[in-house]
């Protein structure tokens, strides 16, 4: 297996705690209210805490899809989390898992900077398709923007 690393940023006008308790800490009851494709958030092995597996059932082209999230790091205290995509709908076959490290700080104006650590564990030696790392990110970048307008709207 082999891992290849990317690294992104991004800001936010939404303060780091506030995001971060978002993200985190009320991701089960807020995704599904901010993104209407979104079904149901279950979780089918562990207590919450790191280890944990979620199912993320969610409607894509009229059918009902998931994606399998692993808890793989929670760090209150620094605003810092970490999971893995351990199956479902948004691993791809040449994936073993893709790991997401992400950290908050301050930013511009009482906002927050977002550093993501994305590892890509592929079965074997052979690097991601560039056409789903795209996708991917296209996918992640939109849920995080509604998530966002959701969080401001409601602030």
Known sequence: MAVFTFEDETTSPVAPATLYKALVKDADNIVPKAVDSFKSVEIVEGNGGPG???????LEDGETKFVLHKIEAIDEANLGYSYSIVGGVALPDTAEKITIDTKLSDGPNGGSV???????????????NEDELKAGKAKSDALFKVIEAYLLANA
Request: proline share 9%; no cysteine; hydrophobic share 30%.
């Open 52 to 58: 944990t597996i979620k199912k993320i059932s969610f």
């Open 114 to 128: 977002v550093k993501l650590n994305i590892k890509y564990h592929s079965k074997g030696d052979a690097p991601p």
